[in-house]
């Protein structure tokens, strides 16, 4: 594991030893440069697989293709086995970086789909003989890679703030971006929040030559959720290979030299990647849970039962069971390196940074359950998906009251089937999957109005009022309701915003953290299957419970899901309100409506439950721009 960096153009040695030091933490053990005078490329690493053997940059055997590279092969084994069978010539002992440099040698620029490179990454390689640089990431987008042009072509880097220590790069903030994160809580790829920089997206690669320049960055993998034209396996079958297909992504992320262990959250995501861990050593598996010292109450009322949950597995699994208890004062302590680690406004989830900081003490690289409920189903957009079907066919009917709903009709609306939860699902309900998902934002576009400068509304031009859904819609190849949700979330919040604070969180700390749900083996086979294998009437994730029936206790099974995330809301209003009074009031009116904002804290404080998202996203919001000046 890595952080990478590199630019085009005549070698300046200073520009690439800053850019590399800025992401020091991506990579404390060691640091590498190729200097050429077309091409400049540094690497700092985190050593994970052959310690002593895998230094990069790493080269072929004459040299003509050398790489830098951030992330994991996990079947690079089997990826050596074949290429030296086709004649290549490996100088390390078990790098997986140096499978790479063969796989693009005798596949060319489609290597990682002709070899089906099981991994996670954000790499670059310079073909000398071809003349051509050429970055890729992997296909789910779990290791981040960033570009931006330069006058001599391209520069690029795992961080946006290596790239802002390159002297042609501009700081100039992209407006456009910038509007939709007060929706969507981040800045969706392509773009940043800076003008020149791009994000190059999941499953893509990018070419450069110094005669061609830069290329539009093209796919060498997609999503794909049609079902193939098969009938779909019986879910018996389905729950079965789900299992073996897990059970294999675990067994390839132990393989590693260094100490390691699993995050242990107490919900069944982390608890099967945890007791698959077991079935593959003697001896006890590190699991790490958090918790929470100050709760009375609020927002994650109830959140002791994670560490009851987990303490149940770690003794059921006789794990060496570690548990990290942060305070309202160990969250402030934290949160601007927590802000520093994303180089952009972001408020989803950030309470990976703190478990990450306590478990560096113990380990180097981490295996939790992300993605699961991506793949299979848990959040309020894919319990929507059906009942909005549903109630848009009873309306359509002119059944429009609770009242005239039948048994059946009110099952059809699961879990919205109540008449406070059915008012709900009526103001959310329109005919179009991007309407209906834009109406979970958390400012709405009439808000953002009401809530950004007219210069910043200016500045954002065309952006204001339009619907991010809508470009993705049109491209989903889903077919049931509650796939095309599951797909939006695997093209948008996934990648823009699960996978990032996943890698800045635990980077930030030179954690490694490797993701079994996100094997593109599984990925590729469960978004194959109906959508009402995943969620049916109150059981979110049904196919994936069933799998693990036999692996895991039914009461953990059975069990809500509570969520990893922190009780930032109950905090603002309680130990750390001078925190989110001063950070709000810190916003310049240069770029939000004084009095929006101030309305809106009042209503926070004063317990509007509703502006809870709202509240937290201005926080960090100020947080980020306070850090750019």
Known sequence: MCGIVGFTGPSDPAIIRAM??????????????FDHPQVSLGMRRLAIVDLSGGRQPIANEDGSVVTVFNG?????AEMRRSLEESGHTFATHHSDTETIVHAYEQHEDLWPEKTRTNGMFGLAIW????QRLLLYRDRMGKKPLYWAPIPSGIAFASEIKSLLKHPEVSTEWDFQALYHYFGLKNVSAPRTAYRQIRQLQPGHYLVWTPGGGLEAPRPYWSLDFSPGGCAPPSEDEAAAHILNLLTDSVRLRMDCDVSYGAYLSGGMDSSAVASLMARFQ????????LGYADLEGGQQA???QDILFS???????GTDHHEHIITAHDFLSGFQGVMEAFDEPFSGTVSTYFLSEYMRRHITVAVSGDGADELFGSYLAHRLAFPVQAWLGLKARGITRFEDLNSAQRDSLTPFSNPEQLAFLDRVAVPSLAGWRAGLDVFSHAERRALLDPEFLDAAGQEVGRNPYEAIERDLTAHDALNRSLETDQRELLPNQVLPFVDRLSMAHSIEVRCPFLDHRIVEYVNRLPGSYKIQGTSTKHILRKALVGLLPPELINRPKEGFVQPVYTWMRGPLKAF????MNSLPPTLVKRETVDRLLAGFMAGDQSLNAKAWSLVCFASWQGHTK
Do not use: W
């Open 20 to 33: 590399c030091r800025t992401i020091t933490h991506r990579g404390p053990d060691d640091e590498g440069y």
């Open 72 to 76: 994991e092969i996990y079947n690079h």
């Open 127 to 130: 073909d000398q003989t071809r």
């Open 282 to 289: 003697s001896k006890p598996v590190k699991t790490f849970c």
């Open 302 to 304: 109830g959140k002791s």
């Open 311 to 317: 303490r149940m597995m770690a003794k059921r699994l």
């Open 580 to 583: 989110a009074v001063e950070a």
